[in-house]
Protein backbone atom coordinates (compact mmCIF):
# COMPACT_ATOMS: atom_id res chain seq x y z
CA UNK A 1 0.00 0.00 0.00
CA UNK A 2 1.42 3.85 -0.47
CA UNK A 3 0.94 6.15 2.28
CA UNK A 4 0.87 9.61 1.79
CA UNK A 5 2.82 11.61 4.19
CA UNK A 6 0.94 14.70 3.70
CA UNK A 7 2.42 18.47 4.18
CA UNK A 8 5.02 18.73 7.36
CA UNK A 9 2.97 21.13 10.00
CA UNK A 10 6.43 22.98 10.09
CA UNK A 11 6.39 24.53 6.08
CA UNK A 12 4.40 23.63 2.75
CA UNK A 13 0.90 24.49 2.78
CA UNK A 14 0.31 24.53 6.52
CA UNK A 15 2.49 28.06 7.20
CA UNK A 16 -0.16 29.90 4.99
CA UNK A 17 -3.22 28.48 7.08
CA UNK A 18 -4.83 30.99 9.14
CA UNK A 19 -5.64 29.94 13.39
CA UNK A 20 -9.38 29.61 12.01
CA UNK A 21 -8.20 26.55 9.52
CA UNK A 22 -6.22 24.98 11.86
CA UNK A 23 -8.63 24.75 14.19
CA UNK A 24 -11.55 23.85 12.06
CA UNK A 25 -8.94 21.08 10.64
CA UNK A 26 -8.57 19.78 14.14
CA UNK A 27 -11.96 20.23 15.19
CA UNK A 28 -13.53 18.47 11.84
CA UNK A 29 -10.81 16.44 10.08
CA UNK A 30 -9.28 16.99 6.62
CA UNK A 31 -8.71 14.35 4.08
CA UNK A 32 -7.07 11.48 5.52
CA UNK A 33 -6.65 13.01 9.28
CA UNK A 34 -10.00 12.38 11.01
CA UNK A 35 -12.02 14.54 13.60
CA UNK A 36 -10.37 15.14 17.10
CA UNK A 37 -13.79 16.95 18.78
CA UNK A 38 -14.51 14.23 20.93
CA UNK A 39 -10.98 13.94 21.99
CA UNK A 40 -10.00 17.52 22.84
CA UNK A 41 -11.99 20.49 24.25
CA UNK A 42 -11.91 24.02 22.76
CA UNK A 43 -9.49 25.00 24.86
CA UNK A 44 -7.06 22.60 23.82
CA UNK A 45 -7.93 22.62 20.41
CA UNK A 46 -6.58 25.99 20.47
CA UNK A 47 -3.65 25.25 22.52
CA UNK A 48 -2.81 22.49 20.01
CA UNK A 49 -2.97 25.60 17.40
CA UNK A 50 -0.52 27.36 19.17
CA UNK A 51 1.77 24.34 19.57
CA UNK A 52 1.50 24.21 15.85
CA UNK A 53 2.77 27.97 15.70
CA UNK A 54 5.56 27.48 17.97
CA UNK A 55 6.56 24.04 15.63
CA UNK A 56 6.59 26.55 12.63
CA UNK A 57 8.72 28.98 14.80
CA UNK A 58 11.33 26.02 14.93
CA UNK A 59 11.80 25.49 11.71
Sequence with gaps: PSY???NSSRG???KDLT???IY???QYGLN???SYASQ???EERWKVV???HELQKAQ
Design 32 to 34: LMG
Design 50 to 52: MYV
Design 40 to 42: LSP
Design 12 to 14: GAM
Design 4 to 6: STG
Design 19 to 21: DGQ
Design 24 to 26: HTI
